[in-house]
């Protein structure tokens, strides 16, 4: 498995990475209370070490519940 995503995660700020990372794999997230008020929400992708990857900040700038 080299690429994990997940859907409705719940996180928010006070929940930080260290808290829900994996071993060898990269971690991008997006809460969405970051954006707007309320429960639910949120995505994350893991991506293995063994893969490259960059977050693709031009195409996350949107206000919403999305990372590339």
Request: glycine share 10%; with cysteine.
């Amino acid at each position: 498995m080299h690429i994990i995503g997940l859907g409705e995660t719940w996180l928010h700020e006070s929940i930080i990475d260290s808290e829900i990372s994996i071993p060898g794999f990269t971690m991008y997230r997006k809460d969405r209370n970051v954006f707007k008020l309320g429960k639910g929400g949120g995505v994350i992708l893991y991506i293995s070490n063994c893969l490259a990857s960059t977050s693709a900040d031009d195409l996350n700038v949107s206000h919403c519940e999305s990372v590339w």
